[in-house]
């Protein structure tokens, strides 16, 4: 069901303490906030990022950016998208760049860098608590290669060669 603004809205079931004690449970609508206007659009917009074409990883690009300015973007999308837009300029995913597309190469190792700072704090940092459970041990949980810390704590030759 969508409501007139767009928003894709999604049943949840509400079961307080008293309900789950009787034999009878009800459910609610619960709405929530996401960018995209159906389904539809979210696995279009899905399908064009991950193609081999330049052009449609553009325009999927350019509908994400869309979805950022409605705001509620999760972050994984966001994420996902920067890292597939900063591919979009390195030479070795795309063989069709003009040799001035990058300024260099340190550039390129620090939008990249700049993507996997913001997966990690983004992404572990909302799953643990800060003083019970290390970053390392978050991200081993939900399995997030340890380099990917490494990078964020500047350990890595990507980043500060």
Known sequence: MESLLGFQDEMIAVVDDDEEKSTSSSSSYGY???PWLNW???????????SES???????INRISTWRSRGCLPVVIDVTASIIEVQQKDPLYRKDLPDDAI?????LAMLYCMAILR?????VETTRKKTQ?????????????RTLIDIRH???????S
């Open 40 to 50: 539809n659009e979210w696995e279009c917009v899905r399908d064009s990022l991950f």
């Open 54 to 60: 330049p052009e449609k990883i553009l325009s999927a």
């Open 133 to 145: 459970v290390s970053i390392a041990d978050a991200t081993s949980a939900i399995g997030i290669p």
């Open 32 to 34: 929530k906030l996401v």
């Open 103 to 107: 300024h260099s190469e340190q550039m």
């Open 119 to 123: 997966l990690v704090n983004c992404v």
């Open 154 to 160: 500047g350990k890595c030759f990507l980043c500060i």
